[in-house]
């Protein structure tokens, strides 16, 4: 209805699930990567939660585009079953042929069982995908756990993935579920987007709706929206939505706060709470701190002598309070601004950010040519051959990532090849030489792009590529074996950085890995080289900011 008013060529926040749209943050990101880890960590649970709303579902279908083709995979998106009834559905998904009358729980599980171990025997693995998982009954979970008993030596032959909303993360913290618990090999929590992934993610639908047409919100619309739908995904596309036609009820080319406010009482019924319960707990000292001044500045003044005239004593509590308030503002968090009136402009989208055209036609269709230039940032001239077997000789190795995403990226803090994806699907390979919390910059040859997060997202899914440092006794195959030269390094690292030797090996690089932010499994491999390599100082390239 709006659309053309605004000069799109479609209505830009449909809750409708249109994968043009789509838009993983950087949180979304890290949820599909655990999700992926958990895929190929042997089997057993794997843990997604999130308020309603958050895009749980958005990282679900992601996940399923990427799980490999050898991976049979059954989706259940209502679980409210007893157990007959959900091993009964699982059978259906994996299109499991079942004798005559066979009803029982027992002849479902025998089937189950032959087909894992069937598929096991010819390298396919088993994925049983189980959305609003909160909705399971515990003897249900139970029932769960004892189909992943089912295991050979190396690995369980049914992994498992729970996506559900936050009480599921309290089902599976009850004592008689403690054994569930234990197996589970993966967990993220999908929090709400903060204030600038909300704009991100405002700015990345419009520009999918009409790349040309001018920003239909004012700064403080945009900083209401936020705080208004709490960052949630699901309540900015109805806030957005309804301020939008708002707007174009009143005749007005851009929706303001007061609109944005307005719609907001349409759409929640009320208005919601402006706080997110994170930026609400980091404000209530500051908030007591003002009850106290303000307390200590009436008292004063009723016990102090009368002021001979002109009212001095209220204004003595006037100015106390005044200078609790002062006090308290600056004891508050700087995030709290997000719930105040007065809303910091958004910054303009660089020129070059505004034709993503231009960077892929300009980007590598083959990675060789993108693998030389990320050479000459190693000071390592790459010939014609295979990039990875030229630099072996310099003690360096290739690293690859299917999903890693901005925030694993950041950890490494070194340039990265990134996989770009044009909406024809051409695909295309440019350079990730600088990044900081807006925008990131890619360098093709000696030219340069500078792209808000927001678009960044719209071209690539997560894929990147770079180098890594070999230590001594190291092999390419990432892990340190039992070389002796290898694990003596590797104890030295992590005991410089303060994992001492008091613990097991395998102990102390687990609690490494999830102090660094990386995906802890206990093994050593490139991340965890290259983030002992980069407290370590050792001289290699670095990411710009």
């Not at 008013?5 to 950087?26: N, T, V």
């Not at 290739?398 to 999903?403: K, T």
């Amino acid at each position: 209805m709006y659309a053309p008013f605004f000069g799109l060529s479609k209505e830009p926040f449909s809750i409708a699930p249109d994968p043009h749209f789509l838009f993983m943050s950087e949180q979304h990101r890290e949820a599909l990567a655990h999700l992926l880890y958990g895929l190929g960590g042997g089997g057993g649970f794997v843990l997604l939660t999130g308020e309603v709303g958050a895009g749980k579902t958005t990282v679900c279908r992601c996940f399923l585009e990427q799980v490999p083709v050898t991976c049979r995979v059954a989706y259940i998106f209502n679980p409210k079953l007893t157990v007959a009834e959900l091993l009964q559905t699982v059978c259906a998904e994996f299109h499991l042929p079942l004798p005559a009358h066979a009803d029982s729980v027992k002849a479902h599980v025998d089937a189950l069982n032959a087909f894992l171990l069937a598929g096991h025997a010819e390298g396919r693995q088993a994925v049983l995908v189980i959305d609003e998982a909160q909705a399971l009954s515990p003897d249900v979970l139970e029932q769960l756990r004892l189909l992943t008993n089912l295991e050979t030596a190396e690995r369980k032959l049914l992994q498992i993935v729970l996506i559900g909303q936050p009480e599921l993360r309290d089902m599976v913290a009850r004592q008689e579920l403690e054994q569930l618990a234990q197996r589970i090999t993966a967990r993220y929590h999908l929090g709400a987007l903060s204030f600038d992934e909300t704009q991100q993610y405002i700015q990345h639908r419009l520009s999918v709706a009409g790349p040309s047409a001018p920003l239909p919100f004012t700064a403080g619309a945009l900083g209401r929206i936020h705080a208004l739908s709490g960052g949630v995904p699901r309540r900015v596309n109805l806030l957005a939505d309804r301020a939008l036609l708002g707007a174009y009820a009143q005749g007005q080319r851009r929706a303001d706060k007061r609109t944005v406010e307005q719609s907001a009482r349409e759409v929640f019924g009320r208005q919601p709470a402006a706080l997110p319960p994170a930026l609400r707990a980091a404000l209530v000292p500051g908030l007591l701190a003002l009850l106290v001044l303000v307390g200590a500045g009436l008292l004063w003044a009723l016990l102090r002598p009368v002021a001979p005239a002109g009212g001095d004593a209220a204004a003595g509590v006037a100015g106390v309070a005044s200078a609790a308030v002062g006090v308290a503002s600056a004891a508050a968090p700087a995030s709290a601004s997000t719930a105040a009136p007065v809303v910091p402009p958004v910054p303009p989208v660089p020129a070059a950010a505004a034709d993503p055209a231009a960077l892929l036609a300009a980007a590598h269709p083959d990675i060789a040519t993108a693998w030389r230039e990320l050479g000459l940032r190693w000071n390592v001239a790459i010939g014609e051959g295979d990039a990875c077997a030229a630099t072996l000789q310099a003690r360096l190795a290739c690293f690859r990532s299917a999903s890693g995403g901005l925030g694993v990226v950041r950890q490494l803090e070194r340039p990265v090849l990134l996989m770009l994806r044009g909406a024809d699907g051409r695909v295309a390979h440019a350079l990730l030489v600088a990044l900081d919390e807006r925008q990131a910059t890619l360098q093709v040859g000696a030219a340069r792009y500078a792209l808000p997060l927001a678009m960044l997202a719209g071209l690539w899914r997560g894929e990147f590529a770079t180098f890594w440092r070999l230590p001594p006794g190291w092999t390419d195959s990432g892990v340190a074996g039992s070389n002796p030269a290898a694990r003596a390094w590797l104890d030295r690292g992590l005991a410089d950085a303060g994992f001492g030797p008091e613990r097991p090996l395998a102990e102390r690089v687990w609690a490494f890995q999830l102090a660094q932010g990386l995906p802890p499994d206990g093994r050593a491999g490139p991340l965890t080289v290259m983030r002992l390599n980069r407290l370590a100082g050792v001289d290699e390239p670095r990411l710009g900011n």
